[in-house]
């Protein structure tokens, strides 16, 4: 691997666990303005609004400058946002308001990951090649889910009373009162980290053709790119899988924390490491799903029917010992699915269109999802149905709509008995050139 390429591993990595340290964070503050159970989700739905909104936008973002310059601005963005949160003090407003403004604030840090992200995915199909994407992708991913897992863990260590107490007692701000305002300044220390890998990330010399400016023009090309992908018979079953995944994914994150409350009694110190030990067995999954080539990405599709079907496991268990297991089981089983479903995507992509839009093609789909996913969560939490009750319904519901992928995707080879040969062609921005 290139040394760039390591360099963008440090910045994604400081840069995402700053972003899943800051989730705890805004939870904990919602928590101290004694929000709703059901408005701790909706830190998470205004995060990937940002990314709906500005999907036909940011591809363009992402093309037109070095992908390293883009990484360092968009992470800036992601700063602006964590400190709004400390202006939920500040101002006149109830703290139903307050509440309010620290999901503006965490929408702003959306906006901030929503053009980031295809920076950082797109410089990857920059820098390797489609033979090293598998490999890449595992890279990535894992370390995307070891600063998921540290990350939560660290916003849940940062507002639990011991650590909390020593930072508020270092008094490096004028003004802190609770843990979650002193984990808020941690955090931002954190992002200016990953600023400074993300100015050593060197140029790839891939330029792209002059980007559009019209919204107008942009909406349409970026709707040109969503029906391309869609109409790829290897693109539209990595997405399709990729959407789920990840919108599955963000779900039972706070699935977890509340499950970690009324199954297990936890506070959301406490249950934050659950999530993390979740993203353990992510690590290990994506870990293997490294040694399946690209043209063999396709067969991990029953993983994804297996891990919901292992979901359904949650309300049974109670040991502490036996959720760990159970949660790590989980993880594992989505990280091995998922990479090299991640990996087939990219490289469609690629191919299809640019890194760049691409990406935001992924993104787009991906966080849509979510936005169903966690609103219907926090509908279910509103209208008071049981925690178990609602993982029985999202295990159900993640197995189903696998078997209906695989379906799907039998089809597929059924009316091209020559699909796989597509993986692994190197052309180069198809629909770029329409």
């Known amino acids: 691997m290139p040394f760039g390429f390591y360099l963008v591993m440090a910045a994604q ?45 940011v591809g363009a973002f992402a093309d037109s400058l070095p992908k390293g310059r883009v990484m360092f601005f968009t992470n800036a963005v992601k700063v602006v946002g964590c400190l ?25 840090v959306g906006i901030g990951a929503a053009a980031y992200s295809p920076a950082k995915y797109g410089i990857v199909t920059e820098m390797l090649p489609p033979s090293q994407l598998v490999k890449g992708n595992s890279w990535i991913e894992g370390l995307t889910v070891i600063s998921v897992l540290l990350g939560v863990m660290l916003g849940g260590a940062l507002i639990s009373p011991s650590v909390s107490g020593w930072i508020l007692g270092l008094d490096l701000v004028p003004g802190l009162h609770t843990p979650a305002e002193g984990a808020l300044v941690v955090i931002v220390v954190i992002y200016a980290i990953a600023a400074t890998f993300n100015l050593l990330i060197p140029k790839t010399g891939v330029i792209y053709p002059p980007q559009h400016t019209s919204p107008v023009r942009l909406i349409k090309e970026f709707t040109y790119y969503v029906r391309t992908l869609w109409s790829d018979r290897l693109g539209q ?123 935001a093609v992924q993104n787009f789909n991906e966080q849509t999802n979510i936005l169903i996913m966690v609103a219907a969560y926090s509908l279910m939490l509103w209208l008071g149905i049981s925690i178990n009750v609602i993982i029985i319904l999202f295990g159900l519901l993640v197995a189903s709509l696998m078997l209906m992928i695989m379906a799907w995707n039998r089809a597929n080879h059924k009316a091209d008995p020559n699909l796989d040969k597509q993986i692994g062609h190197h052309g180069y921005g198809t629909a770029l050139r329409h």
């Not at 939920?88 to 965490?106: E, K, N």
């Not at 009694?265 to 993390?276: F, N, T």
């Not at 043209?295 to 959720?323: C, F, S």
Request: aromatic share 8%; charged share 5%.
């Open 13 to 57: 990595f400081f840069s995402s666990l700053a972003d899943n340290a800051l989730l705890i964070a805004a939870i904990a503050l919602i928590q101290q303005l004694d929000g709703p159970s059901w408005l701790a989700p909706m830190a998470k739905w205004s995060f990937a609004l940002s990314y709906v909104v500005l999907a036909a936008f």
């Open 84 to 108: 709004m949160m400390f202006c939920y003090g500040t101002v006149s407003l109830s703290p139903d308001h307050q509440v309010y403004l620290i999901l503006a604030a965490y929408a702003v």
């Open 237 to 359: 079953i990595s997405l399709a899988v990729t959407t789920l995944f990840w919108g599955a994914g963000a779900t039972l994150q706070m699935v977890v924390i509340e499950w970690g409350s009324q199954h297990l009694g936890l506070a959301l110190d406490q249950s934050s490491i659950l999530m993390g030990v979740a993203a353990i067995g992510t690590i290990g999954g994506a870990m293997l799903a490294g040694r399946i080539p690209l043209e063999r990405a396709l067969t991990v599709l029953p993983m994804g029917v297996v891990m919901g079907l292992v979901v359904l496991l949650m309300p049974a268990v109670e040991n502490m010992i036996a959720v760990y297991i159970l949660l790590i089981i989980i993880g594992g089983l989505g990280g091995f699915f998922v990479v090299p479903m991640n990996a087939l995507l990219q490289h469609r992509g690629h191919v299809l269109l640019s890194a760049g839009h691409s990406i």
